[in-house]
């Protein structure tokens, strides 16, 4: 099985940005834990991040040529913004789950919107690193079954 990982915008900066909301871990530490984890379940994890939606674009198009099973996505600030990002998810038609580090339901009004969650099947919100983690295990049970 593989599942490829897709971060937004900032991301790359975590353990600098608002460590009191994202924590004190680093963006190398999140991809530490996550391979950790795949190799755990078997299961083989790329990795993209980039702070330019049209990179997170091509990024997602070109996962279905590399016949990935499985997104995972934290999109950042573009949740909140991109119909780019939704329509490329769309177009690819690869199970794909929402991943948010903090709890955005209690944010800022703006971070109540999320266009991507009109294509994932799962959203998880606010369980930090760990949120990660519970998006392969719903990847793995999806495709699965």
Known sequence: MKILVING????????????????????????????????????????????????????????FDKIDGIVINPAAYTHTSVALLDALKSVNIPAVEVHISDVSKREDFRQISYVRNYCFKTICGLGFDGYLRAIDALKEKING
């Open 9 to 64: 915008p900032n991301i790359n900066m975590l353990g600098v940005r608002e460590p009191d909301i994202y924590g004190k871990s680093t963006y190398n530490d999140l991809i530490d834990l996550i391979k950790n984890y795949a190799k755990e379940i078997d299961v083989n994890v790329s990795f993209f991040q980039s702070n330019h939606e049209g990179a997170l674009v091509d990024e997602i198009q070109k996962a279905y």
